[in-house]
């Protein structure tokens, strides 16, 4: 298995910020008087800021202007900066780092495949960024996962064809993100929600390099 790069996601794969994102929006849907639950939550995952924005007001059966939507997404983000700059080393997810230095040490490149926009911000927060060899965000791209831009635009900084790179998602949409782009994939949670992944691992502190690697290579 000639694994050269390692992409992944970031919220609910290297950190869990997807309690900020909820307390995000479930604020500013109390705003608009709109009960927004953490079930409704589950629908934003992998999704853009404008999308999640406009899911919040089809719960809320609400219609708003695009300069209105725009100014209510930047108030979410604002909120959402707020929480994540509290955020420290201790919310890295368990097996995170130990998996990483395992990457490093076969001499495999790592990357960052976000939809998020604030990324560095958090990876600064975590004390991780040296970890990376490029960080592809919500800045640098325009397409939303399953759209493959990011992975593609990661593979192509480092000079990696798609058919040496793994992806690490938690989101279905990340997941045919990484197969439209002809990638390998790793599913990080529920296996009946992964499906689509090549492998699915419910965390890395269960699973070493080597293990992942002869896995994949039983599935491809």
């Known amino acids: 298995m000639d694994i050269r790069l390692a992409i992944f996601d970031l919220d609910g794969v290297i950190v869990d910020t997807a309690k900020y994102h909820y307390l ?73 780092l130990d998996f990483l230095d395992e990457l490093r040490g076969q001499g495999i490149k790592i990357a960052l495949g976000s939809a998020s926009k604030n990324a560095r911000t958090i990876l600064e927060r975590v004390q991780i960024t040296d970890y990376f060899d490029a960080i ?29 790179t793994v992806v690490f998602e938690d989101a279905q949409a990340g997941i045919e993100a990484a197969l439209n782009a002809g990638m390998l994939t790793v599913g990080v949670g529920e296996p009946n929600m992964l499906s689509a992944a090549h492998v699915v691992i419910s965390g890395f502190e269960s699973v070493s390099l080597k293990q992942l690697l002869e896995a994949l290579q039983r599935q491809s």
């Open 136 to 164: 592809i965000d919500g800045n640098l791209v325009s397409k939303a996962k399953p759209d493959p831009e990011v992975f593609l635009l990661g593979a192509a900084q480092l000079n990696v064809a798609p058919e040496h």
């Open 24 to 96: 995000a929006w479930k604020r500013l849907g109390a705003e608009l008087g709109i009960e927004f639950t953490e079930r409704d939550n589950e629908r934003l995952k992998g999704v853009s800021r404008m999308r999640s924005l406009e899911i919040l007001l089809e719960i809320g059966k609400q219609e708003k202007t695009t300069a209105e939507k725009e100014s209510l997404a930047a108030k979410k983000n604002t909120w959402y900066v707020q929480y994540i700059l509290q955020m420290d080393t201790s919310e890295i997810l368990p097996g995170v």
